[in-house]
């Protein structure tokens, strides 16, 4: 089994960054393809960025060039650095682990607003 805690967010103005942090307990860390989510109020949740066991990485299209995500398996932590943040970015952002489980944390408030 694994559990997975998100920080890292917060209010932060347009034009901003800021860098998520997922770390997990448990083992097998790093036999997981990772990703980060989002949910906006009143919106479904959707893929932000994937990361394969191998790095292999992938965006939506909408963060594609701003945000990067990364692992580190020695420290069985997922980031996700977020550049020029936009308020349509403002979500509630949730880390996954993709197994024959898939295991969610509680998720991390992003809030970009002036």
């Known amino acids: 089994q694994v559990q997975l805690v998100e920080s890292g967010g917060g209010l932060v103005q347009p034009g901003g960054s800021l860098r998520l942090s997922c770390v997990a307990s448990?083992?097998?860390?790093?036999?997981?393809?990772m990703g980060w989510y989002r949910q906006a109020p009143g919106k479904q949740r959707e893929l932000v960025a994937a990361?394969?066991?191998?790095?292999?990485?992938n965006y939506a299209d909408s963060v594609k060039g701003r945000f990067t995500i990364s692992r580190d398996n020695a420290k069985s932590t997922l980031y996700l650095q977020m550049n020029t943040l936009k308020p349509e970015d403002t979500a509630v952002y949730y880390c996954?682990?993709?197994?024959?489980?898939?295991?969610w944390g509680q998720g991390t408030q992003v809030t970009v607003s002036s």
């Open positions: 996954n682990a993709r197994g024959i489980i898939t295991y």
């Open positions: 448990g083992s097998g860390f790093s036999s997981y393809p």
């Open positions: 990361i394969s066991r191998g790095g292999v990485t």
